[in-house]
């Protein structure tokens, strides 16, 4: 049976699977974004946006996939001749860099291999030789489904008084993040990860000092405009209406579950993807102490093409998953487990997988990994 998308186990990296009510808010006809009724939406998603972050503040949603979120701050808050920071571990920790590059010119970048940890003592380094203006740091690199350590540099980047931006595309939502007591002046999220809505949306949370700080160097982007329409129940240009609508029902759906339900279904996911990998004899890609919650990376197996595992995982037993992007092509294959993915999903797809390395005579132990699946799953009880 051919791969049909309609029904199949969806588990890329995100975007993410979109639950029916999601999809069903997007039926509408044409709103006038300047009427009524839409100021009414916008003011609901205005009131369920501290939901997602887990806190209230400034917090704007842009019409443009995560990046424009990324660029709306880095745009926003750095300054061409003062000091950055990048930090750099995978494929986005490297697209975090190339665009503070547009905005700044005193940019120091501080990298690891891909699928390292962060190099906590050189960025302790270079936060303490002093006039940094911002700290750019990817959260969940979902390149290598690997979560860097916020935690430990949070306190000298507050130390060192410099703005602490984050890329939370693939983490709010999905693993948690402490804004307040990180300290973090900028988390951008992603609607098509952990929220599980369509991609195409951004939303940005700011902590006062970032709004105050605020000298937009884009016009689209423009923050201090988005908070100004926002204000209003409104947004500076035509939204994106039928996405809006999703991100309010999505954004209903994580309120109904709560933000530490659904951080806590996830990490269960992650733990049982994780114990079922290395139940079938697979191994992690990025240094297992920092796995990611959201996005679990194997190495794939010598000898096992990986082009030719997702097809017929895909095309045989209806599952989806992602392979590595740039030097990772073919290395790895990447199944992500947030949002609104299940169990069920889990089980499918590490059946699929325990009968792929089965034909290739790799299996150690028949039905080792789906029991770590149903051993991760919630008691009965
Ligand atoms: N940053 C991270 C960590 C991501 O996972 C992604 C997308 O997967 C991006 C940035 C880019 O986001 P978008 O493709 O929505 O612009």
């Given at each position: 049976m051919p791969y049909d998308p309609e029904t199949a186990t969806f588990l890329i990296a995100g975007p993410v699977r979109i639950h029916p009510r999601v999809l069903r808010?997007?039926?509408?006809?044409s709103l006038n974004h300047r009427g009524e009724y839409f100021h009414g939406i916008v003011a609901e998603i205005r009131e369920l946006l501290p939901v997602l972050f887990g806190t209230q503040?400034?917090?704007?949603?842009?019409?443009?996939?995560?990046?424009?979120?990324?660029?709306?701050?880095?745009s926003s808050l750095l300054r061409r001749g003062e000091r950055t920071i990048t930090v750099s571990n995978g494929n986005f920790g490297e697209r975090t860099d190339a665009i503070c590059r547009r905005y700044c010119e005193q940019v120091t970048t501080v990298s690891a291999p891909w699928g390292q940890p962060l190099p906590v003592e050189r960025i302790r380094e270079e936060l303490a030789r002093g006039d940094v203006r911002a700290l750019c740091v990817v959260y969940n690199e979902t390149s290598v489904g690997l979560?860097?350590?916020?935690?430990?540099?949070?306190?000298?980047?507050?130390?060192?008084g410099a703005l602490f931006l984050v890329d939370g595309?693939?983490?709010?939502?999905?693993?948690?993040?402490?804004?307040?007591?990180?300290?973090?002046?900028?988390?951008?999220?992603?609607?098509?990860?952990?929220?599980?809505a369509p991609a195409g949306l951004a939303m940005v949370h700011l902590s006062e000092r970032a709004v105050g700080e605020l000298r937009p160097a884009t016009f689209y982007l423009d923050l201090a405009e988005h908070l100004k329409s926002l204000a209003n129940n409104d947004t500076p240009w035509t939204p994106a209406v039928p996405l809006f609508l999703a991100l309010l029902e999505a954004l209903r759906l994580l309120q109904e579950e709560g933000l530490a339900t659904r951080l806590?279904?996830?990490?269960?996911?992650?733990l049982a993807s994780r114990a079922a990998v290395a139940a079938l004899g697979l191994e992690l890609f990025p240094d297992p102490a920092h796995a990611s919650d959201t996005v679990t990376a194997v190495r794939n197996p010598p000898g096992l093409d990986?082009?030719?595992?997702?097809?017929?995982?895909?095309?045989r037993y209806q599952v989806l998953l992602q392979g590595g992007q740039g030097a990772l092509k073919g290395k790895i294959f990447r199944i992500g487990h947030m949002g609104i993915a299940n169990w069920a999903d889990l089980l499918v797809t590490f059946a699929g997988l325990e009968r792929i390395l089965a034909h290739a005579g790799r299996l150690p132990s028949p039905g080792a990994g789906l029991g770590a699946i149903s051993a991760g799953m919630p008691s009965a009880g």
């Open positions: 808010a997007m039926s509408t006809p503040g400034a917090q704007v949603v842009l019409s443009g996939s995560g990046t424009s979120g990324l660029e709306a701050v880095y979560r860097n350590d916020l935690a430990a540099i949070a306190p000298d980047v507050r130390k060192a595309i693939s983490a709010v939502a999905g693993i948690p993040c402490p804004i307040g007591e990180w300290g973090i002046d900028a988390l951008v999220a992603g609607s098509q990860k952990g929220l599980a806590e279904r996830t990490r269960a996911m992650a990986d082009a030719r595992l997702r097809k017929v995982l895909a095309e």
